[in-house]
C-alpha cells in the first residue's frame, strides 16, 4: 500500500527523488549551486560522523574511567591520605587478597542470601496486592489505602521494632529488605495493570476472551513494562535496604566486615566492600535490563536521539 | 458460506440514554443475511452506540435485539494486542487452540502473507488495519461489524481497503453493518444505506447498483447529493 504513495511522491526531478532529505535540495534556489551539492553535503556529514563518534560504550566508559584516574592522581600526590581514602591500588590488592582468602566471597554469599530470601518474599507480597487491587474493584478499595498509609512510614525507621519482633538474626534483616521490596512492586504492578488500554481490553472482550483469559492476554502483559520498572526499582532498594539491615548487630556479611574495618580505619576494605554492594546491584540491575530488552522487544517506544 | 436460517439483525424499539439523555430512542432494524447496510449520520447521532450494542459491549439497553450468535468487530483504531504477534492476534480468543496455519489462510487472503511473525508496531496503518480484518473473518461471523475502519487511513490506502472489504464480503457472504462517515464509501459498498438521526434510522436508501461501482454513476451522485443533505450539508450551487 505505502508503494503506490511513494511512487507517487518521487515522481519530481530525479536528483530531488534520490535524495531522502527533500528539504537541502529545494531550500537552494534551483541551478544556483553545483548539482552535485546534496550529495557532497550527504557525504562531509557521514565522514563527519565517523571521525568524530566514537562508539557508545567508549564513549560510556569515558567519565567513570577520567575519575578513576583522578582518584589515582590525587592519592599518588599524596593529596588523599590512605586514612581518608585508599589509594586504587590498595584497593584492587585488597580486594584480590580478600577474595583468596575466602573472605569477601563468603560474606557475599550471607548477604546475597539475605537479599534473595527478602526480596523473593517481598515481590511475592507485592505482586499478590498489586493483583488483587489491579484486578478487582473491592481489591482496589480495600487494599490501596491500606498500602498507601504503610508507605508513608519510614521503612528504614522500623529497624528498632523489627530487632524487638525478629530477635537480632537473620530475620529482622529479611524482614527489612522485604519490606522495602514490596512498595516499588505493589506501586508499579498496581499502576501498570490500571494503565493498561482500555480499548485493548474491550477488543479483547468482543474477540471472546473470558475474565481469566483477559487478564493472562491482555492486561498482564500490558502491565508487564511497569512491572519490570518496579522490579527494577525493587532490586535496588533490596540492596540498599541489605546495607542498612547490616549495620545493625551482623556477625556476618559484607556488612559485617565493613564495621569491623571501621574500627581499624582499614579504608581499603571499606571501599572493597562498598564498590562490592554496587557491582553486586548493578548486575542485578543488567540482567533486569536485559531481561526487559528481551520481554518487551514488542513495543514501539522512543529510543534516544 | 455460511448459511443463515434467521434474519441476521431484528431491532425493535431499541432505547439507550446516557445519564436520561436518550441516544438511541425506539429504534427499529432489519438486517438481511449477507446483506451490506452502511450507516451514515453525523457525531454524536447514536451510531456509534448502535454499533457497541450489536458488538455486546453495552448491554444496559432497553427494547428488543435479535442478532446472530457469531459476530465480529473491526474498530476504527486496529486495537491489536502489541505484545502478540501477528498471527497470534489473529486466532486471539478463538475457542481450543487454534494454530498458526489457520491465523495464515486469513492474512493470505487480506494479502498479508509474508507479515504473519511480525510484531503489530511493524505494520503500517493500513496493514494493521487488514490484519484487525482478518481477525474478524477468522471467526467467520454471521455478522460483520466495522466501526469506521478506514477513518484513519489516507486517501489511497483507503480505496484500497474498500476493495478489500467489499471482495471479503462477496467471499464471505456474511451480513455487514458498516458505520462511516463518508457518503462515497457509503454508497460504493453497501446495498443499503441508513442515516440515523434523532436516536432513530431517520432516512433510508437502496442501492441497486451492479459492482464494482463507479464513483462518478450519476445514480450514485443523485444519491448523495440526497443522503448529503439528509446529513445537513447542502451542496454548493455550480
Same mark, same amino acid.
Given at each position: 500500500?505505502?508503494?503506490?504513495?511513494?511512487?507517487?511522491?518521487?515522481?519530481?526531478?530525479?536528483?530531488?527523488?534520490?535524495?531522502?532529505?527533500?528539504?537541502?535540495?529545494?531550500?537552494?534556489?534551483?541551478?544556483?549551486g553545483p548539482?552535485?551539492?546534496?550529495?557532497?553535503r550527504?557525504?562531509?556529514?557521514?565522514?563527519?560522523?565517523?571521525?568524530?563518534?566514537?562508539?557508545?560504550?567508549?564513549?560510556?566508559?569515558?567519565?567513570?574511567?577520567?575519575?578513576?584516574?583522578?582518584?589515582?592522581?590525587l592519592?599518588?600526590?599524596?593529596?588523599?591520605?590512605?586514612?581518608?581514602?585508599?589509594?586504587?591500588?590498595?584497593?584492587?590488592?585488597?580486594?584480590l587478597?580478600?577474595?583468596?582468602?575466602?573472605?569477601?566471597?563468603?560474606?557475599?554469599?550471607?548477604?546475597g542470601?539475605?537479599?534473595?530470601?527478602?526480596?523473593?518474599?517481598?515481590?511475592?507480597?507485592?505482586?499478590?496486592?498489586?493483583?488483587?487491587?489491579?484486578?478487582?474493584?473491592?481489591?482496589?478499595?480495600?487494599?490501596?489505602?491500606?498500602?498507601?498509609?504503610?508507605?508513608?512510614?519510614?521503612?528504614?525507621?522500623?529497624?528498632?521494632?523489627?530487632?524487638?519482633?525478629?530477635?537480632?538474626?537473620?530475620?529482622?534483616?529479611?524482614?527489612?529488605?522485604?519490606?522495602?521490596?514490596?512498595?516499588?512492586?505493589?506501586?508499579?504492578?498496581?499502576?501498570?495493570?490500571?494503565?493498561?488500554?482500555?480499548?485493548?481490553?474491550?477488543?479483547?472482550?468482543?474477540?471472546?476472551?473470558?475474565?481469566w483469559?483477559l487478564?493472562?492476554?491482555?492486561?498482564?502483559?500490558?502491565?508487564?513494562?511497569?512491572?519490570?520498572?518496579?522490579?527494577?526499582?525493587?532490586?535496588?532498594?533490596?540492596?540498599?535496604a541489605?546495607?542498612?539491615?547490616?549495620?545493625?548487630?551482623?556477625?556476618?556479611?559484607?556488612?559485617?566486615?565493613?564495621?569491623?574495618?571501621?574500627?581499624?580505619?582499614?579504608?581499603?576494605?571499606?571501599?572493597?566492600?562498598?564498590?562490592?554492594?554496587?557491582?553486586?546491584?548493578?548486575?542485578?540491575?543488567?540482567?533486569?535490563?536485559?531481561?526487559?530488552?528481551?520481554?518487551?522487544?514488542?513495543?514501539?517506544?522512543?529510543?534516544?536521539? | 458460506?455460511?448459511?443463515?436460517?434467521?434474519?441476521?439483525?431484528?431491532?425493535?424499539?431499541?432505547?439507550? #440514554?446516557?445519564?436520561?439523555?436518550?441516544?438511541? @430512542?425506539? %429504534?427499529?432494524? &432489519?438486517?438481511?443475511? *449477507?446483506?451490506?447496510? /452502511? +450507516?451514515?449520520?453525523?457525531?454524536?447521532?447514536?451510531?456509534?452506540?448502535?454499533?457497541?450494542?450489536?458488538?455486546?459491549?453495552?448491554?444496559?439497553?432497553?427494547?428488543?435485539?435479535?442478532?446472530?450468535?457469531?459476530?465480529?468487530?473491526?474498530?476504527?483504531?486496529?486495537?491489536?494486542?502489541?505484545?502478540?504477534?501477528?498471527?497470534q492476534?489473529?486466532?486471539?480468543?478463538?475457542?481450543?487452540?487454534?494454530?498458526?496455519?489457520?491465523?495464515?489462510?486469513?492474512?493470505?487472503?487480506?494479502?498479508?502473507?509474508?507479515?504473519?511473525?511480525?510484531?503489530?508496531?511493524?505494520?503500517?496503518?493500513?496493514?494493521?488495519?487488514?490484519?484487525?480484518? #482478518?481477525?474478524?473473518?477468522?471467526?467467520?461471523? @454471521?455478522? %460483520?461489524?466495522l &466501526?469506521?475502519?478506514? *477513518?484513519?487511513?489516507? /486517501? +489511497?490506502?483507503?480505496?484500497?481497503?474498500?476493495?478489500?472489504?467489499?471482495?471479503?464480503?462477496?467471499?464471505?457472504?456474511?451480513?455487514?453493518?458498516?458505520?462511516?462517515?463518508?457518503?462515497?464509501?457509503?454508497?460504493?459498498?453497501?446495498?443499503?444505506?441508513l442515516?440515523?438521526?434523532?436516536g432513530?434510522?431517520?432516512?433510508?436508501?437502496?442501492?441497486?447498483?451492479?459492482?464494482?461501482?463507479p464513483?462518478?454513476?450519476?445514480?450514485?451522485?443523485?444519491?448523495?447529493t440526497?443522503?448529503?443533505?439528509?446529513?445537513?450539508?447542502?451542496?454548493?450551487?455550480?
Open positions: 500500500m505505502s508503494s503506490q504513495q511513494t511512487s507517487i511522491v518521487s515522481a519530481p526531478p530525479p536528483d530531488r527523488a534520490s535524495s531522502d532529505g527533500p528539504l537541502v535540495p529545494s531550500a537552494r534556489p534551483a541551478g544556483a548539482p552535485s551539492a546534496p550529495t557532497t550527504g557525504a562531509s556529514g557521514a565522514g563527519r560522523r565517523n571521525r568524530w563518534q566514537l562508539p557508545r560504550p567508549v564513549r560510556r566508559a569515558g567519565g567513570p574511567l577520567a575519575t578513576l584516574l583522578l582518584w589515582w592522581l592519592s599518588a600526590t599524596g593529596v588523599l591520605s590512605p586514612e581518608v581514602l585508599a589509594s586504587p591500588g590498595t584497593v584492587f590488592g585488597k580486594a587478597s580478600m577474595i583468596a582468602d575466602g573472605e569477601l566471597p563468603t560474606a557475599i554469599a550471607v548477604s542470601r539475605r537479599v534473595v530470601l527478602g526480596f523473593g518474599i517481598g515481590a511475592v507480597i507485592g505482586t499478590a496486592l498489586a493483583l488483587v487491587a489491579g484486578l478487582l474493584r473491592l481489591g482496589e478499595d480495600l487494599v490501596d489505602s491500606t498500602v498507601g498509609m504503610f508507605r508513608t512510614l519510614p521503612w528504614v525507621g522500623l529497624i528498632p521494632l523489627f530487632i524487638i519482633w525478629f530477635g537480632i538474626n537473620e530475620e529482622p534483616k529479611i524482614a527489612l529488605i522485604a519490606l522495602g521490596v514490596t512498595f516499588p512492586i505493589y506501586f508499579n504492578l498496581y499502576a501498570g495493570i490500571r494503565g493498561v488500554d482500555a480499548q485493548l481490553v474491550e477488543a479483547g472482550r468482543v474477540l471472546g476472551l473470558g475474565r483469559g487478564v493472562r492476554h491482555v492486561v498482564l502483559p500490558g502491565a508487564l513494562p511497569g512491572a519490570l520498572v518496579g522490579l527494577r526499582y525493587a532490586l535496588g532498594t533490596a540492596w540498599l541489605l546495607v542498612w539491615a547490616e549495620q545493625v548487630n551482623a556477625s556476618q556479611g559484607i556488612g559485617y566486615l565493613m564495621n569491623n574495618a571501621q574500627q581499624f580505619f582499614q579504608t581499603d576494605v571499606i571501599v572493597v566492600c562498598l564498590v562490592t554492594y554496587a557491582v553486586l546491584g548493578l548486575l542485578c540491575d543488567l540482567i533486569v535490563r536485559l531481561a526487559t530488552k528481551y520481554l518487551l522487544s514488542w513495543r514501539a517506544s522512543f529510543e534516544g536521539a | 458460506m455460511t448459511t443463515l436460517t434467521s434474519p441476521a439483525v431484528r431491532i425493535r424499539g431499541l432505547t439507550k #440514554a446516557f445519564d436520561q439523555r436518550p441516544v438511541i @430512542d425506539g %429504534l427499529d432494524l &432489519d438486517v438481511r443475511p *449477507g446483506e451490506f447496510v /452502511a +450507516l451514515l449520520g453525523r457525531s454524536g447521532c447514536g451510531k456509534s452506540t448502535l454499533l457497541r450494542i450489536l458488538a455486546g459491549l453495552d448491554t444496559e439497553i432497553g427494547g428488543q435485539v435479535e442478532m446472530p450468535g457469531r459476530r465480529a468487530v473491526a474498530f476504527q483504531a486496529p486495537r491489536l494486542m502489541p505484545w502478540k504477534r501477528v498471527w492476534n489473529v486466532v486471539l480468543g478463538l475457542p481450543g487452540r487454534p494454530d498458526r496455519a489457520l491465523a495464515q489462510r486469513y492474512l493470505d487472503e487480506v494479502g498479508l502473507s509474508g507479515k504473519t511473525a511480525v510484531w503489530p508496531k511493524t505494520l503500517s496503518g493500513g496493514e494493521a488495519q487488514r490484519v484487525s480484518l #482478518a481477525r474478524a473473518l477468522v471467526r467467520e461471523p @454471521d455478522l %460483520l461489524l &466501526d469506521e475502519p478506514f *477513518g484513519a487511513l489516507d /486517501a +489511497l490506502t483507503r480505496v484500497k481497503a474498500q476493495r478489500l472489504v467489499a471482495d471479503l464480503w462477496t467471499a464471505h457472504g456474511c451480513a455487514v453493518l458498516l458505520v462511516t462517515h463518508d457518503v462515497e464509501e457509503a454508497l460504493l459498498l453497501a446495498d443499503r444505506v442515516v440515523m438521526d434523532g432513530v434510522i431517520a432516512h433510508e436508501v437502496a442501492v441497486d447498483l451492479a459492482r464494482p461501482r464513483v462518478g454513476h450519476p445514480t450514485l451522485v443523485a444519491l448523495r440526497e443522503l448529503l443533505g439528509r446529513l445537513g450539508i447542502s451542496e454548493p450551487a455550480k
